[in-house]
């Protein structure tokens, strides 16, 4: 847990007690969470945006943050935001659990520039990206370890009450991830969808540009030599960052851990890139 989070919540929070008609967006780190509850939340209150620099999170809170009991007094339906693993996230049949995923190679460097900028929760304001690397590939960073997240969720692709989908998928086609996660959401969520002005509203907010524009919305503040927490939003930032050396041992990780399960399957453009770059 990062080290601002108290304790207590990350107690409190893992005895939440899910409802029907909870709404969770479930992530590890640096997947999509942020963008992915702006779309939750636009398409429950009618495309309306929430005003310029009030915190999306007290609206769709962080469980393990701040405890079941500030939960437990949100308006229904209530929308939550994990990070927890599926074996740790409250479930209920009747509660929906929209997971996003996103290849580990963009999540590290995301990650790593999340770490330095935020020295309330991390000793790491000058780590370099090796350092930070190392941390990741043996699961000592926030949350634990990416592939036991991934692989507990991906485990899950075809329940009911399950959408998963990849930000490489919302970066390809926001518009049919919108729609689809409206279905997911039901009648609600589907006829805000349905008005093509709400939708096209929907679109703008949640794009890339929108969302840069009212940091504060998202995240606390950061220091100013460091970059905002919507940064780059780019799928293939991995290459920027990552040496052939460090890039071989992530996808010898991924190839070890994802062989045989749904998740092996999920970024094969991307995977045939990494293994081009670290050959
Ligand atoms: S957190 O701290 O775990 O909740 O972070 P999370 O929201 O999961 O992930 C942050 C990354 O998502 C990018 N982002 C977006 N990309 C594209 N479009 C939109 N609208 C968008 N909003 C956030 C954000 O820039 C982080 O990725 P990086 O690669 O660091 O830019």
């Known amino acids: 847990m990062p080290m601002g989070f108290p304790a207590a919540g990350f107690e409190s929070g893992l005895r939440y007690v899910a409802e029907p008609g909870d709404v ?24 309306r945006p929430l005003a310029p620099g009030a915190p999306l999170d007290l609206a769709f809170p962080h469980l393990e943050e701040v405890g079941r009991e ?12 994990t990070h927890l693993t599926r074996a740790l996230t409250p ?12 290849n580990p190679f ?20 000058n780590g370099t990206f090796a350092d930070f690397f190392e941390c990741f590939v043996s699961g000592e960073v926030d949350f634990g370890d ?32 919108i729609v ?3 279905r997911f959401l039901g009648e609600k969520a589907e006829s805000a969808a349905r008005n093509e002005a709400v939708l096209a509203s929907i679109l703008d907010a949640v794009s890339f540009k929108r969302m840069a524009e009212d940091q504060r919305r998202w995240s ?17 930032d991995w290459q920027t960052s990552m040496t052939p050396s460090q890039a071989r041992r992530l996808l010898a990780a991924f190839d070890e851990r994802t062989v045989g399960t749904f998740a092996a399957q999920l970024w094969p453009e991307i995977i045939a890139a990494v293994r081009r770059y670290s050959s």
């Not at 963009?106 to 304001?125: E, K, L, M, N, W």
């Open 106 to 125: 963009d999540c590290v460097v995301s990650f790593y520039h999340h770490t330095r900028g935020f020295p309330q929760h991390y000793d790491f304001a």
């Open 220 to 236: 606390s503040a950061r220091p100013k030599d460091q970059p905002p927490f919507v940064r780059k939003g780019a799928v293939g």
């Open 91 to 102: 479930f209920a049949a009747g509660a929906r659990y929209i997971y996003v995923a996103r």
């Open 180 to 182: 689809a996660v409206a």
């Open 24 to 47: 969770f967006v479930c992530t590890y780190p640096k997947c999509g969470t942020t963008w992915m509850q702006y779309i939750v939340y636009l398409l429950l209150h009618d495309g």
């Open 146 to 177: 990416y592939f036991e997240h991934l692989l507990s969720w991906s485990a899950l692709v075809d329940a009911p009450n399950v959408f998963f989908v990849t930000y490489e998928d919302m970066q390809a086609d926001a518009h049919a991830v």
């Open 70 to 81: 500030v939960v437990a007094a949100l308006a229904r339906p209530r929308l939550i935001k």
